[in-house]
Nanobody
Framework: QVQLVESGGGLVQAGGSLRLSCAAS????????MGWFRQAPGKEREFVAG????????YYADSVKGRFTISRDNAKNTVYLQMNSLKPGDTAIYYC????????????????WGQGTQVTVSS
């Protein structure tokens, strides 16, 4: 069983930055692909970014490409999401997720989820 705990959310003005962190409990964290997803009110949960176990493979949603960066520190069992040039449309609850194997863009492919952290971008 893997427990994931997100942190770093908050309120920021448009154009600002936030860094989300996701701490994992698994001793085998280094073998998991990790993803960040988000869910805005009234909308479905959507893929934001994914990273392979070695960090050599990363994926991004088109809507965040060039603004967000996913990274991981396997020694600290932590994955990060650096968010720059934030827009009001980025407002959502952000979730960290984990799975064995390769990263994936689909919600149902992930086995483990955190509780989420709220990100609010004001205009």
């Amino acid at each position: 069983q893997v427990q994931l705990v997100e942190s770093g959310g908050g309120l920021v003005q448009a154009g600002g930055s936030l860094r989300l962190s996701c701490a994992a409990s698994a001793r085998t964290f280094g073998s998991y692909a990790m993803g960040w997803f988000r869910q805005a009110p009234g909308k479905e949960r959507e893929f934001v970014a994914g990273i392979g176990w070695s960090a050599s493979v990363t994926y991004y949603a088109d809507s965040v490409k060039g603004r967000f960066t996913i990274s991981r520190d396997n020694a600290k069992n932590t994955v990060y999401l650096q968010m720059n040039s934030l827009k009001p449309g980025d407002t959502a609850i952000y979730y960290c997720a984990g799975k064995r194997g390769i990263p994936h863009r689909t919600v149902n492919e992930y086995d483990y989820w955190g509780q989420g952290t709220q990100v609010t971008v004001s205009s």
